[in-house]
T-cell receptor, first 114, second 118 residues
Framework: AQSVTQPDIHITVSEGASLELRCNYS??????LFWYVQSPGQGLQLLLK??????LVQGIKGFEAEFKRSQSSFNLRKPSVHWSDAAEYFC????????????FGDGTTLTVKP | GAVVSQHPSWVICKSGTSVKIECRSL??????MFWYRQFPKQSLMLMAT?????????EQGVEKDKFLINHASLTLSTLTVTSAHPEDSSFYIC??????????????FGPGTRLTVL
């Protein structure tokens, strides 16, 4: 069975500070890993994905994530947070050819202080 | 490209009535569409997978007679909540994907529909 754990329900950072959102997964095969962002009342937007190759992946909006197989982690990072980054962030794991069958974590709410 | 729309964006209905939510892929042909339900401050739960021209595959615990899904064309899938009750109030999100020919078929999400049943 596949599962995703996002240990931090809510994170608050100051604008301009760095950010790291944690994600741990459990998957029986080589995982496809995703990070999505959801603004209030909106659908999800894909920030980045990983399934092979370089373990440090770059995404949109200045985000990056690092896959660490030994730790079963796929943490999301951003060096300098902007107020517009305040949103809900979801990590997901699943099959690549049927991404809709992905399992989503419970999400981390990011608040950005001015 | 790869835009998915949903209509309506929000709907309020009386208990016992049925509500239809549309999910459209605007600039691509979606061979597969997915319907999710999201409760406040919670994650997405996959309700069903629909492939164009065939019956939807429902996840365990989802009542197929209550949540009717139709994927009649490559650009349109509908979710009908029949005899809605207040506990059906939720945020419903659809996503659509198409075969890329590779090992990964990205899914594109609609903006969601907020359903409130009074």
């Amino acid at each position: 069975a596949q599962s995703v754990t996002q240990p931090d329900i809510h994170i608050t950072v100051s604008e301009g500070a760095s950010l790291e959102l944690r994600c741990n997964y459990s998957y029986g095969a080589t995982p496809y890993l995703f990070w999505y962002v959801q603004s209030p009342g909106q659908g999800l937007q894909l920030l980045l994905k990983y399934f092979s190759g370089d373990t440090l992946v770059q995404g949109i909006k200045g985000f990056e994530a690092e896959f660490k197989r030994s730790q079963s982690s796929f943490n999301l990072r951003k060096p300098s947070v902007h107020w517009s980054d305040a949103a809900e962030y979801f990590c997901a794991v699943g099959p690549g050819t049927n991404a809709g069958k992905s399992t989503f974590g419970d999400g981390t709410t990011l608040t950005v202080k001015p | 490209g790869a835009v998915v729309s949903q209509h309506p964006s929000w709907v309020i209905c009386k208990s016992g009535t049925s509500v239809k939510i549309e999910c459209r892929s605007l600039d691509f042909q979606a061979t597969t569409m997915f319907w999710y339900r999201q409760f406040p401050k919670q994650s997405l739960m996959l309700m069903a997978t629909s492939n164009e021209g065939s019956k939807a595959t429902y996840e365990q615990g989802v009542e197929k007679d209550k949540f009717l899904i139709n994927h009649a064309s490559l650009t349109l899938s509908t979710l009908t909540v029949t005899s809605a009750h207040p506990e059906d109030s939720s945020f419903y999100i659809c996503s659509a994907s198409f075969p890329s020919g590779g090992s990964y078929n990205e899914q594109f999400f609609g903006p969601g529909t907020r359903l409130t049943v009074l």
